[in-house]
């Protein structure tokens, strides 16, 4: 929900520049390998155009989204078949070599080796799109009984799409496994990764107590009396003109149309209820003195504010823990913070 700094991001790729060459270089060996077991001429032209890709761009992996976009649509598309049905309709699927470029390039692999290293060391726990859930999913080992985490992501660009793009590191999304299937292959207008300093400090995306919320709840004291609003952006149309008229089309679809933003958080209308209790209990001379106290410990002001909301309280923290877009907003709708 919203934008992390570009450059602390290349800050980070710096730090794990020889791991990240050492993907690329691996990439090229499978690749290489996987075209000399390839004979269909179709799969092998698209394979080929592929293995030529990483060979003459050593910082493949580590493109931005301006390049990634300017670079994804000048590949051909990964190479389709027909089907027809039984009765006689025609569908389209890709080839086996998509699938087989992503077992190349070790996507898999990396989601429970490099990727949560990368994405701690960036400062990424929760998933950017919900903002509700952590990013690690616990993933049964194959015939033992034991579990090992592995980091889930959202490829922006989709794999089954851009499978050359599957470990381009601008293109990975740190998600929940539940955005993730949400999502599918659909396109959204959400960029994680800016350039632009304001992007990383102001979310655009807004949770809010509705009208008589709070009033309704501290008389009847029911959680269902609780209800909040979800407010983004309008994601951007494009008109197509007709003899007779011009017709606006949406390209993409909102948060809470992909993500079901608002059916998840009225769920937590417990810890919406909380902070009500605790706007009703500390009133401006309260939290005066309940500061003077913290003052005394020495407790950064930023502390005392998480401390008090049980969460962070600054837009620009809110990929540190589940939950704190809600809380930061909710708390401020009740001047707590």
């Given at each position: 929900m919203i934008a992390i700094y570009e450059n602390k991001v290349k800050g980070v790729q710096a730090h794990f520049s020889i791991e990240i060459e050492e993907q690329r270089e691996l990439a090229?060996?499978?690749?290489?390998?996987l075209n000399k077991k390839t004979t269909d001429p179709i799969d092998k032209a698209y394979l080929e155009s592929v293995i030529s890709l990483f060979e003459r761009n050593k910082n493949i992996l580590v493109w931005n989204s301006k390049k990634i976009n300017d670079v994804k649509e000048k590949l051909s598309s990964v190479p389709t078949y027909s089907k027809t049905s039984k009765k006689g309709k025609v569908t389209y699927h890709k080839t086996i070599i998509k699938d087989k470029i992503l077992y190349a390039l070790g996507y898999k692999n990396l989601r429970s080796?490099?990727?949560?290293?990368?994405?701690?060391?960036?400062?990424?726990?929760?998933?950017v799109y919900c903002n509700s859930q952590l990013t690690i999913t616990a993933k049964k080992t194959t015939n033992t009984s034991d579990y090992s985490a592995k980091f889930e992501v959202d490829h922006f660009h989709s794999k089954s799409e851009y499978p050359f793009l599957s470990i381009c590191l601008f293109n990975l999304y740190p998600v929940c496994s539940f955005c993730n299937r949400a999502k599918k292959d659909d396109a959204i207008e959400f960029e994680l990764y800016s350039n632009e300093v304001t992007k990383t400090i102001k979310s655009d995306y807004n949770f809010k107590l509705t009208s008589y919320s709070k009033a309704k709840y501290l008389i009847t004291k029911d959680l269902k009396d609780i209800?909040?609003?979800?407010?983004?952006?309008?994601?951007?149309?494009?008109?197509?003109?007709?003899?007779t008229?011009?017709?606006t089309k949406t390209k993409?679809?909102?948060?809470?149309?992909?993500f079901h933003i608002e059916g998840i958080y009225q769920t937590q209308t417990d810890v919406i209820e909380e902070l009500i209790i605790k706007s009703q209990m500390y009133n401006k001379s309260y939290l005066?003195?309940?500061?003077?106290?913290?003052?005394?410990l020495s407790i950064q002001p930023k502390l005392f504010k998480r401390t008090l909301v049980g969460n962070y309280t600054e837009d620009k923290d809110l990929h540190k823990r589940p939950m704190s877009k809600l809380v930061m907003d909710i708390a401020k709708d009740l001047d707590l913070v």
């Open positions: 090229i060996l499978k690749l290489n390998k080796t490099f990727y949560p290293e990368y994405f701690k060391k960036i400062g990424i726990k929760v998933c209800d909040i609003t979800f407010k983004e952006p309008i994601p951007s149309k494009t008109k197509t003109k007709t003899k008229k011009t017709k993409t679809k909102t948060f809470n149309e992909t005066k003195t309940l500061k003077y106290s913290f003052d005394k």
